[in-house]
């Protein structure tokens, strides 16, 4: 895991954040990352494929830091099927008292993915936490169609 002092930071903010606001975290949070888009991507080419937007926002996120390595692995017909491999923030599930998916960060990382996919492919898409394998450190998500 990162030890990088930016992330840190942003982990103990997500950490407040998570205690101050409760609930309402993840809906402010979201909409941040979905704003945070245009600030990492101020332009971006329209009518990608899935897996086309998936190698631009890898090089994107990579950028980032904190939220490890993304991948878009699979179009499963219209899915996207998402990969955060080394994601720093998982390991603040304790300090947050949020399991990984549901901490205001991985809210961000959800806006940031939905609005940047939308932006890329025209496809509005719900992104959401299916399963997280700790001994491997991915986070296993998808991008729904709504």
Same mark, same amino acid.
Request: hydrophobic share 40%; with cysteine; net charge negative.
């Given at each position: 895991?990162?030890?990088?002092? +930016?992330? &840190? @930071? @942003?982990?103990?903010?997500?950490?407040?954040?998570? +205690?101050?606001? $409760?609930?309402?975290?993840?809906?402010?949070?979201?909409?941040?990352?979905?704003?945070?888009?245009? =600030?990492?991507?101020?332009?971006?080419?329209?009518? +990608?494929?899935?897996? /086309?937007?998936?190698?631009?926002?890898? =090089?994107? &996120?990579?950028?980032?830091?904190?939220? $490890?390595?993304?991948?878009?692995?699979?179009?499963?017909?219209?899915?996207? =099927? @998402? /990969?955060?491999? %080394?994601?720093?923030?998982?390991?603040?599930?304790?300090?947050?008292? =949020?399991?990984? %998916?549901?901490?205001?960060?991985?809210?961000?990382?959800? %806006?940031?993915?939905?609005?940047?996919? +939308?932006?890329?492919? $025209?496809?509005?898409?719900k992104v959401e936490l299916v399963d997280r394998a700790d001994g491997q450190e991915i986070c296993f998500e998808t991008a729904t169609p709504r």
């Amino acid at each position: 895991m990162a030890n990088d002092p +930016k992330d &840190v @930071i @942003i982990g103990e903010i997500q950490n407040i954040v998570s +205690k101050m606001l $409760g609930g309402s975290a993840g809906a402010l949070m979201r909409r941040a990352g979905m704003n945070a888009s245009y =600030k990492i991507w101020p332009e971006l080419p329209p009518d +990608k494929s899935i897996m /086309e937007a998936g190698e631009i926002m890898k =090089k994107g &996120v990579q950028g980032l830091g904190g939220f $490890g390595e993304f991948s878009i692995v699979a179009d499963d017909h219209g899915v996207a =099927k @998402i /990969e955060f491999v %080394g994601c720093y923030f998982a390991s603040l599930t304790k300090d947050s008292g =949020k399991p990984c %998916g549901q901490q205001p960060i991985c809210y961000f990382g959800f %806006g940031l993915v939905e609005e940047t996919f +939308k932006r890329l492919t $025209g496809l509005t898409t719900k992104v959401e936490l299916v399963d997280r394998a700790d001994g491997q450190e991915i986070c296993f998500e998808t991008a729904t169609p709504r």
